[in-house]
């Protein structure tokens, strides 16, 4: 068997070995969501209490554990259920890379395996929470290792937007049907890259076909997912909360920043939001900023306005009653952060094939996307003495 292989190789085996321990760490060594979601399977099993709406990847755990109420075996299970969900991941983007530089590069399977593996663990650079010891939370990393649904959906995001471009540029019926395919698993697992999805596609459907035939039918997904996503609001905010467990949905500009960390100190607010942008889109930022003209390309343009649109709801809207400090409408942010730089790094390698100088010519830009990586591994070395995700 081949260290690399277009396939699989003894370099995913390695890969899929590492998941399984970080998993295992996460689940069993210290608190995290991952145990907290065993519980919401083991309450339905035991005592018949509901599951949330987006109820796909509880599903999928107890249906795997053979819907066992044991508390480790669910856990064994999720570790499983995670680590295989990451390196289907790992495998998506991998496909992506290869099909952009395949043209470019005499070992682009090799390359795209290391830069897939290499996105996995690329990491927000540490803000100014710092100095609170907090490398996590609130951060705009493209990868979170703590939060079983955002883990479990990040395929079916990446798929879908991948998918949404292939579809700006060539229109075809069956992958129409996909995209449905795609919006309904994404919402039943977590609905939140949707809410920036139903809002930022549209831009571009309508950018290409105006308000023409193949508009309004590029539109019925979106259609669709809108109407899944009212339902589900209804289940979690209408249909499923007591008198004391009360939630909705409010506006109040920087709520989470504010209430747990600036109290009314609006100067540290803006000094919290600069910092975080900054150290979660320090690779793209300089990307862009020094190669302007990939302003131009579409993938970049989607991924963009992603972003900002997540960044709108992260930071506008927040859960009313007992859920309002879970930071529920945030973790948009983490996927389309995540599918920033996946756009940036396919440039990247494109600008590299394409300059006389090849990699030379772009060593500040290398240099950041490196220091991303690294600081991931920072994370992990963080995580492992303070036992905490945060």
Same mark, same amino acid.
């Given at each position: ?174 992958? /129409? $049907?996909? %995209?449905?395919? &795609?919006?309904?698993?994404?919402? +039943?697992? =977590?609905?939140?890259? *949707?809410?920036?999805? #139903? ?82 889109? /320090? $690779?793209? %930022?300089?990307? &862009?900023?020094?190669?302007?003209? +990939?302003? =131009?390309?579409?993938? *970049?343009?989607?991924? #963009? ?86």
């Amino acid at each position: 068997m081949k260290l690399f292989s277009k396939t699989f190789g003894v370099f995913e085996i390695i890969e899929i070995s590492i998941l399984i321990l970080i998993y295992y760490y996460f689940t069993f060594m210290i608190k995290s969501d991952i145990p907290d979601h065993v519980m919401i399977i083991k309450n339905y099993a035991i005592y018949n209490i509901s599951t949330p709406a987006n109820f796909l990847y509880y599903f999928i755990v107890y249906l795997l554990s053979f819907f066992s109420s044991n508390t480790t075996i669910l856990c064994i299970i999720s570790v499983y259920v995670l680590a295989f969900s990451t390196f289907f991941k790992y495998v998506i983007v991998k496909k992506v890379i290869s099909s952009e530089i395949s043209n470019s590069y005499k070992c682009a399977n090799t390359l795209a395996s290391l830069i897939s593996f290499s996105l996995l663990f690329a990491f927000s650079l540490p803000s100014i929470l710092i100095f609170k010891g907090l490398l996590s939370t609130l951060s705009l990393s493209p990868n979170v290792w703590h939060n079983s649904t955002t883990i479990f959906v990040m395929p079916f995001v990446i798929l879908l937007f991948w998918t949404s471009l292939k579809q700006l540029k060539e229109f075809q019926v069956k992958r /129409l $049907f996909f %995209i449905a395919v &795609l919006i309904i698993t994404t919402v +039943l697992i =977590k609905p939140s890259f *949707i809410f920036v999805f #139903i809002v930022t596609y549209p831009v571009f459907l309508f950018k290409k076909y105006l308000f023409s035939k193949l508009f309004w039918i590029n539109l019925i997904p979106i259609i669709l997912a809108s109407l899944i996503v009212l339902i589900e609001y209804y289940f979690i905010y209408v249909e499923s909360s007591s008198v004391e467990d009360k939630s909705s949905i409010a506006i109040d500009l920087f709520y989470i920043i504010n209430t747990r960390y600036a109290h009314g100190n609006w100067m540290y607010i803006i000094a919290v939001f600069i910092s975080t942008i900054v150290s979660g889109y /320090l $690779f793209p %930022i300089v990307l &862009l900023f020094r190669n302007k003209q +990939l302003f =131009k390309e579409e993938m *970049i343009q989607f991924a #963009i306005l992603c972003s900002i649109i997540g960044l709108i709801i992260g930071y506008s809207l927040y859960e009313t009653g007992c859920r309002s400090l879970h930071c529920n409408l945030t973790w948009q942010n983490i996927m389309c952060s995540f599918l920033l730089f996946l756009v940036c790094i396919v440039q990247l390698l494109k600008l590299i094939a394409a300059n006389p100088l090849k990699w030379k010519a772009y060593r500040i830009e290398i240099s950041i996307f490196a220091l991303h990586f690294l600081s991931g591994i920072l994370y992990f070395f963080k995580v492992l003495v303070t036992a905490s995700y945060s």
